[in-house]
């Protein structure tokens, strides 16, 4: 079936849940309000719908292939990264000085996400180079600018990041790359890296690749780790490219998943080393590079809602023809659509809830980025930074995992059918599986949310959020409606809970740091429902509100918004308690069996 935006879904979290019309008091948003959002929508849908959706299917069965260093794309990926940059899509939300058109991340994050439903093995290229420009724009010099980013924003050329080594994998400390200083101030790299999206392919005229590796005489571990910039084209004092450089593709991975993404393993300076650039100083590219993770693990985030989305539209179409059983409740004579049975029904609320959630989840966290790095007031971008820091791992974490259970409904959803690749559903299960893993696995989220964003000081910050949620449960018992009241009765079960794990984690993460991390994963899973549910509150008061007022959405919309909203009260933020005891109940039979017992 085709791709259809959620378009709608889209523009009523930037009015309710991210309140855009606000950013166009930031003087760089002042003609980013609500209508630009709508028009941008429109055109990104209607471009993500004919242009990049149909290159969905093909590329899952005729996946981009290696032979001898060169690396083709999927049909029709070429064709459409040509009219990819041709409509200035790469650029949407970066400076405006260097050729984008500075749009708030609130309106491309939406964006992100269509590209991302039609294609995610196509959309992995544009979101990697938006990391590389992240990480430019914050730590590289004026000249290392001057030459890369306009061609980066531009999308005339793209960009990776070179972590993963073959032992080193999330263990940075771990890794060999080496740099030599050269007297004309380049570096010479040498190593290999692996896992490197789009570190080879036939889509642009040159590739840039952010490089992890070690300058002679570094210290061990982290700390002694460079950035370097090692283009695949070295470029000329004119802005041409030159001769090739010493990085070459030696194969490229055959994945469960997104197939059509290639996968590259690159070798670096077996002719005489790779010309690299640093950018910064030295000893600081770990710090450098968490720009561009950071940048990348909301995007993943948003690849999980994105996948969610297209399997979900496709789970609806098919259960609206599958014809099997008679309803159990005799509304119909004979057999019916399916999606006239009780739990199909679940499954696909479940699914759209789910979506949903986490889609107003990452639009909020948008609003923060916005805010933290443009409004005028240095108070505000703090606290702005704070919720957007807090967030990141729950987008990632919590937005991916969803996307799993959300993909294997849709393959239930079409019973036997679905366990058939022809059918497409199988597609969106595969793919949605890497999420959980690249960019920081859900354990690493996890870890840092214990580590850095709670237990750092002492749940304050976490217990401030709480009482966030504490002031939308009253504003829902206000409103009085039995929706409203199911709604508040929920989240204050779910923000109990959640405090609950807080202060279990600040208690026990220095005397006790295994029983802490024991429930990291779980206390992802609490917090990201919960703050997901806190949105989806919002998202109800603001509908509820605007029913029979006759505004940008119809009222049809607004009912639906409602009715989602009380099923993710009452179907998954009722899931949060059972988190909550295996966190602060069942952290010693974690760790009861001893290594061996394994």
Not at 97 to 109: N, W, Y
Not at 488 to 511: N, P, T
Not at 514 to 533: D, E, I, K, R, T
């Amino acid at each position: 079936m085709p791709y259809q935006a959620p378009i709608q879904d889209m523009l009523f979290n930037m009015r309710h849940v991210a309140n855009i019309d606000a950013l166009t008091q930031i003087p760089a948003f002042e003609d980013a309000g609500f209508d630009t959002a709508a028009a941008v929508l429109e055109e990104c849908a209607r471009f993500n719908s004919e242009v990049i959706a149909p290159t969905n299917r093909p590329g899952d069965v005729s996946p981009s292939s290696w032979k001898d260093g060169v690396v083709t794309t999927a049909p029709g990926f070429k064709e459409a990264y040509r009219q990819y940059i041709e409509g200035g899509w790469q650029g949407l939300q970066h400076d405006a000085a260097h050729g984008g058109q500075g749009l708030p991340k609130t309106i491309g994050a939406a964006c992100i996400e269509m590209l991302n439903s039609a294609n995610m093995s196509f959309a992995l290229c544009p979101l990697l180079t938006d990391g590389a420009i992240e990480a430019l724009m914050t730590a590289a010099s004026d000249d290392l600018k001057s030459v890369y980013l306009e061609k980066l924003i531009s999308g005339e050329w793209t960009g990776t990041m070179n972590l993963t080594e073959p032992q080193a994998g999330s263990d940075l400390a771990l890794v060999r790359s080496r740099a030599e200083p050269q007297p004309d101030g380049t570096y010479k790299v040498f190593g290999t890296k692996i896992y490197i999206t789009y570190g080879e392919h036939d889509m642009a005229d040159n590739i840039v690749h952010l490089v992890l590796a070690r300058v002679a005489g570094a210290p061990e571990g982290v700390k002694g780790i460079s950035l370097f910039v090692v283009p695949k084209r070295l470029v000329n004092a004119d802005g041409s490219l030159g001769e090739r450089n010493d990085v070459h593709c030696v194969s490229i991975e055959h994945k469960m998943g997104i197939k059509a993404s290639p996968t590259a393993v690159l070798q670096y300076g077996d002719h005489g080393g790779a010309v690299g650039y640093l950018v910064g100083e030295e000893n600081r590219g770990l710090e450098y590079m968490f720009i561009m993770m950071n940048a990348a693990r909301y995007a993943v985030g948003v690849q999980g809602i994105a996948v969610a989305e297209r399997a979900y539209q496709k789970a609806v179409s098919y259960a609206r023809d599958r014809v099997q059983s008679r309803p159990v409740d005799g509304s119909m004579p004979g057999s019916a659509p399916i999606i006239h049975h009780p739990d199909v029904k679940r499954m696909l609320m479940t699914m759209r809830a789910y979506t949903e959630g986490c889609r107003a989840l990452a639009i909020a966290a948008a609003a923060a980025f916005d805010a933290a790095h443009h409004h005028p007031d240095a108070e505000t971008r703090q606290v702005n930074q704070r919720f957007y820091e807090f967030m990141v791992p729950l987008v990632k974490g919590y937005s991916t995992e969803m996307s799993l259970e959300v993909t294997s409904l849709g393959v239930q959803v079409h019973g036997g059918m679905g366990f058939i690749e022809e059918t497409g559903a199988a597609q969106y299960y595969r793919d949605a599986k890497i999420l959980t893993i690249y960019e920081g696995t859900t354990a690493i989220q996890a870890n840092d949310l214990v580590g850095r964003k709670t237990a750092r000081d002492g749940g304050e910050s976490a217990k401030a959020l709480a009482a966030r949620v504490a002031e939308t449960e009253a504003d829902l018992l206000a409103n009085g409606s039995d929706d409203a009241k199911a709604m508040a009765h929920q989240l204050g079960k779910a923000r109990q809970a959640y405090l609950d794990a807080v202060q279990f984690i600040a208690d026990h993460s220095r005397s006790n740091p295994n029983a802490a991390y024991a429930g990291s994963v779980p206390y992802l899973m609490l917090s990201g429902n919960l703050m997901a549910g806190w949105q989806m509150g919002r998202a109800l008061l603001a509908a509820q509100s605007a029913v029979g007022q006759g505004g940008e959405f119809s009222d049809a919309f607004l009912r639906n918004k409602i009715a989602t909203a009380r099923f993710y009260a009452e179907h998954i933020l009722v899931k949060t308690a059972g988190l909550r005891d295996a966190i602060v109940e069942g952290a010693d039979s974690v760790t009861a069996l001893e290594v061996d017992a394994f």
